[in-house]
């Protein structure tokens, strides 16, 4: 989730009745905790690709949760004296939370149980930048003025956070929806995928990409949720299986890039090099290049970005 979304949702949820009942520095303490995990944002500045795959891991675990809290809260009891320790600590640890929650909706995926499981759980329902949320979120900043009172003020804001947490279901139920779609063209197809992965598209929960690993290719389709439609939409090859590859895939580097990606595409080129570049950063509505393509030179197991 883009961080303008985490600030509103944070805002949204202290002025439907917490700031009323937590007193001063309610509504900053939740804008600011619900964006603080992403300090891992600054793995990638300080060492690329390597540590860009660490994203979503440490400050985003739930071991994590208290640490951070407690540091927020220690720093924002210097402006807020008047508040008790626990109630910040209780904030902090509540916008983090939510935090943690709309990140696990995106595609990219949170290592939520890091140290104990490396697993990168995502319920890829959401697309990273979701319009419906701004406008969801916004809308009571926007009448905020025009209401008389703090009772419909607070009012307006609770609205904001129950259509929120619809909506936040609708696209789940969207995602099954569409792994439901293409499982059933499978099946009716008389064919055993090795793996089904579903991705969001921008402008809400009515399109969603698949894509479903068949030996040497990744078949893609678009499905259309409100019609029930699943349309194909070509395939692309990935060399996985092939020598080189293989040995790529194999080591230190590969290994952990196939744990980031949720489907990983891996090109062997004509001078030998090595490609790999993930289909969930991929759109079938945002005309854009892959942003992440790593590639192995010839003979090389050291990975560099392009």
Known sequence: MDNLAHTLIGIGVARSGLSRKCGPGTTLTLAVASNLPDVDALYAVWDGWDRFMLRRTHTHALVSLPILAAGLALLLRWRYREQSWRALFGLCALGIALHIVFDLANSFGVVVLWPFDRSRIELSSIFIIDLAIWGITLAPLVVHRFLAGEAARERAYRASVGVLGLYALACVLAHARCESLVSRDLEARGIQAEAIRVFPEPFGPTVFRAATLEGSEWNLYRCRILSGRCEPMGSVRTDRLAPRVSEVRSSPKGRDLEWFMAAPVWKLRPDGSV????????????????????????????????
């Open 275 to 306: 490609q790999v570049q993930d289909l969930r950063f991929d759109s079938f509505v945002l005309a854009r290049r892959n942003p992440f393509v790593v590639v192995f030179p010839p003979g090389g197991l050291e990975a560099v970005t392009q």
